[in-house]
Nanobody, 126 residues
């Protein structure tokens, strides 16, 4: 099992930026990739971005492309999500998750993620 702790959420005005962090501990050697998902009030949780530990391959949802950047620090077992040009519709609880299915075709699928953090709230005011 991998334990995940997110941080960096908060309140920001539209057009602003935030950087989320996700620190992983435990059986991190079993992790193939790390992903960020988000859930807005009244909506289903959705994929945002993912990155593989080994090659650093990145994957983004259309809503995140061009504005969000996912990165990782293997030495610190930490993944980051830098969010620029934030919009009110980005308001959500953001979760990081541990992908254990070694197949890049699964990085956008919740079922491929075995462990989840507690979430961090991001609120973008207009």
């Amino acid at each position: 099992q991998v334990q995940l702790v997110e941080s960096g959420g908060g309140l920001v005005q539209a057009g602003g930026s935030l950087r989320l962090s996700c620190a992983a501990s435990g059986r991190t050697f079993s992790s193939y990739a790390m992903g960020w998902f988000r859930q807005a009030p009244g909506k289903e949780r959705e994929f945002v971005a993912a990155i593989t530990w080994s090659f650093g391959s990145t994957h983004y949802a259309d809503a995140a492309k061009g504005r969000f950047t996912i990165s990782r620090d293997n030495a610190k077992n930490t993944v980051y999500l830098k969010m620029n040009s934030l919009k009110p519709e980005d308001t959500a609880v953001y979760y990081c998750a541990n992908n254990v299915v070694r197949n890049t075709a699964t990085v956008k699928r919740e079922y491929a993620y075995a462990d989840w953090g507690q979430g961090t709230q991001v609120t973008v005011s207009s």
